[in-house]
């Protein structure tokens, strides 16, 4: 850049691509320059719909990260993946669109005491990003899904909704939940996700629908640099004034927004010498600014599969997927016009959020601070989730091609209470930190664990769901509390949800290292907007957070920077 950008946004995954777009859209069409460490993404075929569990394997669009060996996941290291490139992680996540619970959000609005946090403000930012398409295909009946227009936006540039195929076998799985007494929620992106579901996708007619999308038409205020990776900030006195990236300084007359995430975020910091005056002492990084909560917070959802081999034609899984010639044409297809078999299977999931009266009569929940057992036992926050059809086959080395006429459910923790960290291991700032979540080191994780599978299997051992299994393929020895707990430790995945490591809160919150207006607090002309800032785990896939957390961080600029 000759002369410096008004702002520069570091990061082009959701919560970066929000504040760049909304930044260089406003009415006073100030310079943004977005930086981006990976490429532009943007080939097509980066985009089939039932594709989307495939993404994350393009090595160039993966970081490929990896967890410290987990002490209570029997020292497994877990896969870590987060987004390169355009659109960041919303390029390789599983496109699952989901909002959360109003409750989260009023729980924010209380921890940092703002009410632009509260549901009201951002479902009305949630409705401005997206357009919704809300039509099911032909002959669906409407008790699977009937979302309120009142819900959803119309204008936005994300495009979201129900696949326009499902597959032949997920109707009549929603009814085995209904009958085994979980209750359909017509829309759980109303602010209540309480129920079965039909999954809102961000994907429409055949598409994913990634942050990239944001930023198309692409303003001429707007300039974005890829292959870009920031290693430092660059200061004038306690000013962030710009940022170093490859050597070459870029410059910002106003702000340098921080919008690399949970686990990139912190690194940057740290290398600009504001972390942890010890870790950053021993590896020789000068200290401009002592914040220890730096990388510290730590939260993440974490996911077991139970998988059945089901009886011939009850899925039409194995014709398809066992057959090479048959995705190739219907890749074919696909390119046409979006249909065909790619935007059908796996493109339609089930998906529910339940709560656990065992769960909250336990010791483990009781001895919980008396804040956290009343935000879990408001209304709408679940406990756990359990979603269907995922495409399991593509996980598991060596999958057998008779096995695949399966069915998988996966089961997900909810409100896990362990605090990880992300650590430095180099003076090298293109190396990455260490990343410890620390799963199931929490007693009431362990708990939530052992109920949420124990409770999944009112589905996965009923008559309605087992008339059809052949073989179980995946699943804990017993229902006892030491199997399933087993289960978990040898089997958990990261949901890649990674929550927390720059946590927002009220001045003078020992643990906050940002304030409610995504200032970094000790740091001039410094902001940060992405998932790092968060002070909940969102009862969610939390990629629409990140969404509206650009978004709200936007809102804020523009107001005070008097853009509108």
């Not at 195929?165 to 929603?174: C, F, R, S, V, Y």
């Not at 306690?238 to 070459?248: D, H």
């Not at 870790?279 to 730096?294: A, R, T």
């Not at 229902?479 to 949901?495: A, M, P, R, V």
Request: charged content about 25%; hydrophobic content about 35%; some cysteine.
């Amino acid at each position: 850049m000759d002369s410096p950008a008004d702002f520069i946004v570091i990061g082009g995954g959701p919560a970066g691509s929000t504040v760049a777009s909304q930044l260089a859209n406003s009415p006073k069409h100030p310079k943004v320059l977005l930086l981006e460490a990976g490429g532009l993404n943007a080939e097509h075929d980066l985009r089939v719909d039932g594709q989307r569990w495939l993404t994350f394997q393009n090595k160039h669009m993966n970081w490929g990260y990896k967890t410290t060996p987990q002490e209570h996941c029997n020292n497994r290291e877990i896969d870590y993946s987060r987004g390169r490139g355009m659109g960041g992680s919303s390029a390789i996540n599983f496109g699952v669109y989901t909002v959360g619970a109003r409750d989260d959000y009023e729980e924010w609005a209380r921890v940092v005491g703002d009410d632009a946090f509260r549901w009201d403000q951002i479902q009305s930012r949630f409705k401005a990003l997206e357009t919704f398409h809300g039509e099911l295909p032909a002959g669906v009946d409407a008790k699977y899904a009937a979302p309120r227009a009142e819900d959803h936006g119309s204008s936005g540039s994300l495009h979201v909704g129900f696949a326009s195929e499902w597959e032949k076998d997920l109707p009549p799985l929603l009814d085995v939940f209904e009958q085994a007494g979980f209750p359909f929620n017509p829309d759980h992106n109303s602010g209540n996700p309480i129920g079965m579901s039909v999954l809102i996708n961000s994907a429409y007619k055949g598409v994913r629908s990634t942050a990239a999308d944001l930023l198309k038409p692409q303003p001429e205020n707007l300039t974005i640099v890829t292959d870009a990776p920031v290693q430092r900030l660059v200061f004038d006195g306690n000013k962030a004034v710009g940022v170093e990236s490859n050597g070459k300084k870029y410059l910002a007359s106003k702000e340098v927004i921080l919008c690399a995430g949970s686990l990139e975020g912190p690194r940057i910091l740290m290398h600009s010498g504001i972390g942890p005056a010890q870790q950053l002492e021993k590896f020789n990084i000068p200290v401009k600014l002592d914040v220890p909560v730096i990388g510290q917070g730590l939260r993440d959802h974490t996911f077991v599969p139970i998988v059945n081999t089901r009886v011939e034609n009850s899925t039409q899984r194995r014709e398809f997927y066992g057959d090479e010639k048959a995705m190739a044409e219907a890749l074919e297809q696909w390119k046409k016009d979006g249909s065909g078999p790619w935007s059908r299977f796996a493109c339609e999931l089930g998906i529910g959020w339940f709560k656990l009266d065992k769960l909250t009569s336990s010791e483990e929940f009781q001895k919980l601070p008396e804040e956290e057992q009343k935000y879990l036992l408001q209304e709408t926050v679940p406990h756990y989730e359990i979603l269907t059809h995922f495409p399991i086959h593509w996980f598991i080395p060596d999958f057998a091609k008779e096995a695949l006429n399966y069915s998988c459910l996966l089961v997900f923790l909810f409100n896990a209470q362990a605090r990880g960290e992300v650590t430095l291991q180099s003076s090298d700032p293109n190396v990455p930190l260490l990343f410890d979540p620390k799963f199931l080191s929490h007693p009431f994780d362990r708990r939530v664990a052992i109920e949420s599978l124990r409770d999944a299997f009112r589905v996965s051992k009923s008559d309605g769901y087992t008339k059809n299994n052949v073989m179980e393929l995946a699943g804990p020895k017993s229902d006892s509390d030491e199997d399933l707990l087993e289960y978990w430790k040898q089997n958990i995945s990261s949901s890649w949800h990674m929550t927390g490591t720059i946590k927002m809160g009220k001045k003078g919150d020992t643990d906050a290292a940002v304030d409610n207006d995504f200032r970094f607090m000790g740091i001039d002309g410094l902001r940060v907007a992405d998932m790092s800032v968060v002070p909940v785990l969102a009862s969610c896939h939390v990629q629409a957070v990140a969404y509206v957390t650009g978004a709200t961080c936007a809102e804020k600029l523009i107001k005070e920077y008097d853009l509108a």
